[in-house]
């Protein structure tokens, strides 16, 4: 059994959990996805069976985008909601044309700080990793794009948008940012996955979907990997 299978992820279970689920379930030794979503995201996982695992490389280079809800006012350790709060400002007061100003910093290639918990090492060892431990430790930066980054909805102390950017981008990252550029700080409150390049959620299943699938009825599921480097 082999090519790709999308899952529209929900809230809660890790991208290996969902991995682990899929191989249990239908008893395939090779099973991987094509891009990390945090367990509080949702939306698009590309998920790879059997021989399209090769393609993971690949596959990790598309853009991105997402949906996120910026929950200005609220510091948290890990630069959303599931973090331990910091710092909390109540009574928030900056206007949509603030944050549309503010938005203007983030449109093109632009440096950011990962969040204080991710997967991305130091030395060897996990950032997260580290930061359970109490470690004290330098944030990395790393050159990310966003081509498009705009309102879609504006409710105080939400500010809702939609992203779309490059492979490596930290959207909790953008919303911490966005804040601590507007002066009373930020972190993600929702996070959604529309499109992983070239894939869209509107084409997944839900992961209940599959949890109720025979062996055949995935196979109907699964998409081919193209041979060409343009997928």
Avoid: W
Avoid at 98 to 123: D, H, T, W
Avoid at 146 to 165: A, R, S, W
Wanted: net charge positive; glycine share 10%.
């Amino acid at each position: 059994m082999n090519g790709i299978l999308l899952v529209d992820k929900p809230a809660g279970p890790t991208s290996h959990d969902v991995v682990d689920i899929i191989r249990k379930k239908f008893k395939i030794k090779k099973v991987g996805h094509a891009g990390t979503l945090d367990p509080a995201a949702t939306g698009l996982l590309v998920i790879l069976i059997g021989t399209a695992t090769k393609a993971s490389g690949r596959l990790l280079g598309g853009d991105k985008e997402y949906e996120v809800t910026c929950l200005l006012g609220v510091r948290t350790d890990t630069d959303d909601t599931a973090g331990k709060i910091e710092s909390r400002q109540d009574n928030i007061t900056v206007s949509r044309r603030q944050v549309e100003q503010a938005l203007e910093g983030f449109r093109g290639q632009i440096r950011q700080r990962v969040p204080r918990y991710s997967a991305v090492k130091v030395n060897g060892k996990k950032l997260y990793e580290l930061a359970r431990r109490g470690r004290q430790f330098s944030l990395p930066e790393k050159e990310v794009t966003v081509y498009e980054i705009g309102i879609t909805e504006f409710n105080l102390p939400n500010v809702h948008l939609k992203v779309k950017c490059s492979k490596g981008t930290y959207v909790r990252s953008l919303c911490r940012d966005m804040g601590e550029l507007l002066g009373c700080g930020g972190c993600a409150a929702s996070l959604r996955r529309l499109r992983s390049e070239p894939f869209s959620v509107e084409n997944a299943v839900s992961l209940n979907e599959v949890k109720k699938m025979t062996d055949n009825q995935l196979l109907t599921q699964l998409k081919p990997v193209a041979n060409d480097e343009s997928l």
